[in-house]
């Protein structure tokens, strides 16, 4: 099987975002758009609960995940200008989002 590259973003929103709001942008603009995107094969927006097991919250209330086609591919989509401006839009909910990369190994 061929390995699959996979970017996840783990966020918390900013200082006063409402979720309301987040999510509402997250299903009508980020999510509709990404999912257009060549370079995309798949894309979740997951909303946390706490750790399992434990009482305590998760240190991320938002993981995205998405499997692309290819990380040179991803990098031609984002510089679409309607990417840049709904990246822009996301940077006003998204705080201090942690961009990972990684491949899926089985």
């Given at each position: 099987m061929a390995s699959k590259e996979v970017l996840i973003v783990l966020f918390n929103l900013k200082e006063g975002v409402m979720e309301?709001?987040?999510?509402?942008?997250?299903?009508?603009?980020?999510?509709?758009?990404?999912?257009?995107?060549?370079?995309?094969?798949?894309?979740?927006?997951l909303k946390t609960s706490g750790l399992l097991g434990s009482s305590a919250p998760s240190p991320f209330r938002y993981i995205e995940v998405m499997e692309v086609t290819s990380f040179e591919a991803l990098d031609t989509d984002i510089k679409n200008s309607e990417v840049q401006q709904m990246l822009q839009q996301f940077s006003t909910f998204a705080d201090n989002p942690q961009l990972i990369p990684g491949r899926q190994i089985n």
């Open positions: 309301a709001d987040y999510e509402r942008f997250a299903n009508d603009i980020d999510s509709p758009l990404i999912r257009r995107l060549p370079s995309n094969q798949s894309f979740k927006i």
